[in-house]
């Protein structure tokens, strides 16, 4: 190869006098160069002219073209330590500018958005999308929940020394591999050979457009989803704790369906996203049967672990209830949910500990009843579909509309099972949970969604997660 020939494959691209290009390129993908890395950089030149603007990344593992391009004379570094650019041509000074100001790496008011906002390309030499940095400028300017902070101390074009963090900086794996296809598909990416090199051109205000469109529908659109890549599995579940930041209810899991031991359960609820348990079963047992110091070892265990413990469920209330209590308030649990039927006697004992309760053997008219004669002295209703389905009800439309749960509510379970006693996936039995969590919603409950709540799910917590929020997509 030689530089008349890149410079006309350029050109065929449709290149031309005064673009500007932010090159990512690899070298010895082009095969032999007569003239070397310089050969690329004028056959660029070449083609966008003294009025053009080349630009190459410096921060990712330095090729030789850049290496090349940052010590031509007159090349302007942008000044910033992260998402660093080198640039030559007429407009570096203004893409380059005060790179180093703005609140993210890659996003508004850098080199790359400037790029899109001056109809410049972003050519792909040799490289595939995986090297696209611009990307990681959708990524920030889409506010994905898994990005994070960095911060660097530097010395600014000024000669002073300043310490600064940037916002929505990428993470350590995405397959940013995965959007070629969406670029082709919408005809905005155009794909030649040069030498031994596929070459990808693209405008970087499309690219900004495109992929703004598909991280708005889905913040994981860069996420692979090899389930062995940790990353991904990490940053997954930030968007599922953000995504659930943002409902009015609070979404936790019960122990049992979360693991059998204390560090299976942080695992799988961390992998999900979820920072809350509702304890009814550890190791197979009963989390009210445990020793007090056994209970309070397991809520600080959680806590040290980010898991706060949403409550303590109770299936058997035992006949000294005020032990239970003062179990429950040593351990730092300050939410009991029990059964409906023994409510009375634990609320007489309850001080300062908030109590649910939940249906277990009534009907919605029972069960209404009942919660009226307990009046003030217990803090709400925790509403257990299967419960219902197996007193014969229809939980939404029977169950849901006779008792007038509406004022007492404060815990749904997330749960399902048919007329026949069986605990099914979510939606596929007779709870009508899909109805209720929508109702509930409707009605911006602030109260908690137990993911498993007081039966045995037949699936994963990550399964259950999965239905819940295959559910919430669907209304
Ligand atoms: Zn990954």
Redesign the pocket.
């Given at each position: 190869m030689n530089q008349k020939e890149i410079a006309a494959a350029l050109q065929s691209m449709g290149l031309k006098k005064g673009d500007k290009v932010l090159l990512h390129s690899s070298l010895v993908s082009l095969g032999t160069v007569e003239g070397g890395p310089d050969a690329v950089i004028d056959a660029f030149v070449d083609v966008i002219g003294k009025e053009g603007t080349l630009l190459v990344p410096v921060f990712t593992a330095l090729g030789v073209i850049t290496d090349t391009l940052k010590k031509r004379p007159g090349a302007v570094i942008s000044p910033c330590p992260v998402g660093t650019l080198a640039a030559i041509g007429a407009d570096s000074e203004t893409l380059c500018r005060d790179h180093w100001k703005a609140e993210t790496a890659h996003g508004k008011d850098t080199p790359f958005t400037r790029l899109a906002d001056m109809n410049g390309y972003v050519c792909l030499l040799g490289v595939d999308q995986d090297r696209n940095t611009t990307l990681h400028g959708v990524e920030s300017l889409l506010e994905l929940p898994y990005l994070n902070n960095t911060t660097q101390t530097f010395m600014t074009p000024d000669g002073e020394t300043v310490t600064k963090t940037w916002k929505y900086y990428p993470g350590p794996?995405?397959?940013f591999i995965g959007l070629d296809r969406y670029f082709r598909e919408a005809g905005a990416l155009k794909i030649t050979r040069i030498g031994n090199a596929q070459v990808r051109l693209i405008k970087a205000k499309d690219l900004f457009e495109i992929g703004l469109q598909l991280g708005s529908k889905d913040p994981a659109f860069v996420?692979?989803?090899?389930p062995a890549?940790a990353?991904?599995?990490r940053?997954r579940a930030a968007i599922f704790a953000d995504r659930m930041e943002k409902e009015s209810f609070r979404l936790t899991a019960s122990s049992r369906l979360a693991g059998r031991y204390l560090p299976e359960m942080i695992e799988n609820l961390k992998e999900v996203g979820i920072r809350f348990i509702e304890l009814d079963y550890l190791q197979g047992k009963a989390c009210a049967v445990l020793p007090p110091e056994k209970l309070k070892a397991a809520v600080d265990e959680l806590q040290e672990n980010g898991i706060t413990v949403s409550g303590l469920r109770v299936e058997v209330v035992p006949d000294e209830s005020a032990k239970l209590i003062e179990k429950a308030v040593a351990a730092g649990i300050k939410r009991l949910i029990v059964p409906l039927g023994d409510a009375a006697a634990v609320a007489a004992c309850a001080d300062g500990v908030e109590i649910v309760a939940y249906n277990h053997i009534h009907t919605a008219k029972k069960a209404a009843a009942a919660l009226k004669e307990l009046d003030q002295k217990i803090n709400g209703f925790c509403f257990n579909p299967p419960a219902f389905v197996k007193a014969g009800e229809m939980p939404f439309l029977q169950s849901y509309k006779i008792g007038r749960f509406i004022r007492k509510n404060r815990q749904l379970d997330i749960a399902d099972s048919r007329r026949d006693g069986v605990v099914t996936r979510l939606a596929q039995g007779n709870g009508e949970i899909k109805e209720l969590i929508s109702i509930l919603r409707c009605h911006n409950f602030s109260g908690w969604f137990t993911l498993g709540g007081g039966v045995i799910y037949p699936g994963t917590l990550k399964e259950a997660a999965k239905d819940f929020v295959h559910l919430l997509d669907n209304m």
């Open positions: 794996h995405r397959d996420l692979c989803d090899n890549c990353d991904c599995v940053q």
